[in-house]
């Protein structure tokens, strides 16, 4: 990859516009950024793919349309973070990145293998299952390539949103 200091606020705009020619017209798209600099340390073409193939992914989840917000903060943690007692997140200042969606969410046993290589959700009753299942496997790789952390939070019938958190760069 082909790491350098990269703002994220104009290549999050340049992918909104992008999302608003190719996606349907019935999902209105919503980027939130504070007028700060969100600055990290990446490959802005990987980071584009992650974020693309997420928006995508919420596409998916909303075949009758909704809303499709991406919205970056900047993040001090003073404290290790933990999920299942396992130590995912230490301290330090991170641009968080969140891509939601009010799609029809993932039921709580997938959430745990959605980004194992090869594995599709089963929502064959909401909406037809495409792809290869390598998507969130890929955009997985992406984030840890960056020194950051993907996780995601879910309700069936809510919509989901990934949260994404990559090292703040001075």
Known sequence: ????????????????????????????????CEPVEYIISADPTRIQQAVVNLALNARDAMPKGGKLTIECKNLKLEQMIYQHTIAIQPPGEYVLLSISDTGIGIPEEAIPKIFDKFYRVDNSDTYEIEGTGLGLSIVEHIIDSHNGKIRVESEPGKGSVFLISIPFER
């Open 1 to 32: 990859i082909n790491r350098r200091p990269l703002t994220l606020t104009p290549l999050l705009e340049k992918i909104v516009g992008l999302m608003e020619r190719t996606l349907p017209k019935n999902i209105l798209i919503n980027l939130i």
